[in-house]
């Protein structure tokens, strides 16, 4: 057989071969998919109930140009005894397939944090969703949580839910927490978990005469060996913000004894926790060290008056917050971790009791301001 005859052969072959292969018989279109990209779940009745939020990634890429729109965004509901009861309930409404492999927030209401193992087992079996989730705890209605406003029609993905470290970088108060850190200090005997809790508001902003309804952060929950969790307003927490580890800017106003005021930008926040033992109880020293600028000051303040009255006010605010954590049975300063980490002896023989608590005066707080400079004005 010539070889032209061969290769007309093996042409044939080929062409017979290719008839018979299968294409990607099990690939999905992505527009026939819903994203979930933020779950919210509250427990009522002894039943859960689910909400997912959908956005439209097409609306999120588009960024060239003014928007005038509102970008549209979709909130389904499902209840049932389980969690995935509650999202099986959701998706016979659904008109297309959905997927939690965009999943990036997770706000549990109060009621339902008594079934938070329940919660975070049925979110973290699923191999798809994502660790990195952002957590909150709200008292809010979920459905509002889920429909805020944004400035310029933008996406709610610039929302506070999606970049709790955007505002971070403006006002550090109450360090965000992904699933994964939650999780771990979560199961962990020694630490108390601090979770932001989240509200909507529409005293802050108009859009020319409408209020409009945007998300802050207004206290935190505290769960200590998976018990009850607790609940702290952030006007009685403020002494929190200096213990933040990814602390990066705040403005702190001060007034003197002569009625002079100053407002001085918090830039860095340094911490120490010493313990010592009396009797075989420990007491706490921390040593705070603020680093910062004057933003303004009024003609009579001085510098000395100003860094005194601001270790007064700083301290104030962290015996504050330690103080009405202990009240509500409560390390909010996780001092006990400290224990727990360098003293693992001692630790041990406190810790068997069921939940220990330092004493409400077992801790002494030591504040150091140091002002960079005074902008373009010379401070005495």
């Not at 990209?37 to 859960?48: P, Q, S």
């Not at 509901?77 to 959701?90: C, P, V």
């Not at 994502?130 to 310029?152: C, L, N, P, Q």
């Amino acid at each position: 057989m010539s070889g032209r005859m061969w290769r007309r052969m093996g042409l044939l072959g080929m062409v017979l071969f290719s008839s018979v292969l299968c294409g990607c018989w099990d690939s999905t279109n992505l527009e026939t998919i819903d994203y979930i990209t933020a779950i919210g779940v509250d427990y009522k009745e002894g039943k859960f109930i689910l909400y997912s939020q959908l956005i439209d990634f097409a609306a999120v890429a588009k960024t060239e140009g003014p928007k005038k729109e509102k970008s549209p965004v979709w909130v389904g509901r499902g209840s049932g005894i389980t969690f995935y009861d509650a999202y099986n309930e959701m998706q016979k409404a659904s008109q297309t397939m959905m997927s939690t492999e965009q999943l990036k927030v997770v706000v549990i209401r109060e009621p339902a944090m008594t079934q938070l193992d329940e919660i975070l087992d049925a979110l973290n079996r699923v191999r798809v969703a994502r660790y990195t989730s952002w957590m909150f705890g709200t008292r809010a209605k979920i459905e509002e949580v889920f429909v805020t406003d944004h400035f310029f029609g933008r996406s709610q993905q610039t929302s506070l839910l999606y970049n709790p470290k955007d505002q971070m970088r403006r006002v550090s108060m109450i360090e965000p927490l992904n699933m994964q850190r939650f999780v771990a200090n979560y199961n962990e005997k020694a630490m108390t978990v601090l979770l932001p809790s989240v509200r909507t508001t529409t005293r802050t902003w108009k859009e020319n005469e409408e209020p409009l309804l945007t998300e802050e952060i207004d206290g935190l929950y505290a769960f200590k060996l998976k018990d009850k969790a607790t609940y702290f307003p952030i006007d009685k927490i403020e002494g929190i913000r200096w213990f933040n580890a990814d602390f990066q800017r705040y403005l702190i106003a001060v007034v003197d004894a002569g009625g002079d005021k100053a407002t001085i930008a918090i830039e860095e926040s340094r911490h120490k926790i010493e313990v010592k033992f009396k009797d075989g109880e420990p007491l706490y020293t921390v040593r705070l060290k603020l680093t910062g600028e004057v933003a303004e000051v009024g003609m009579g303040m001085k510098r000395n008056d100003m860094t005194e009255q601001l270790e007064k006010k700083v301290r104030d605010q962290v015996l504050e917050a330690y103080k009405q954590g202990i009240k509500q049975g409560e390390d909010l300063l996780n001092l006990e971790e400290e224990l727990f980490r360098h003293h693992a002896k001692e630790w041990k023989k406190l810790h068997k009791q069921t939940k220990w608590l330092p004493g409400i005066n077992d801790l002494d707080v030591k504040v150091n301001v140091v002002l960079k400079h005074s902008g373009g004005f010379i401070l005495k």
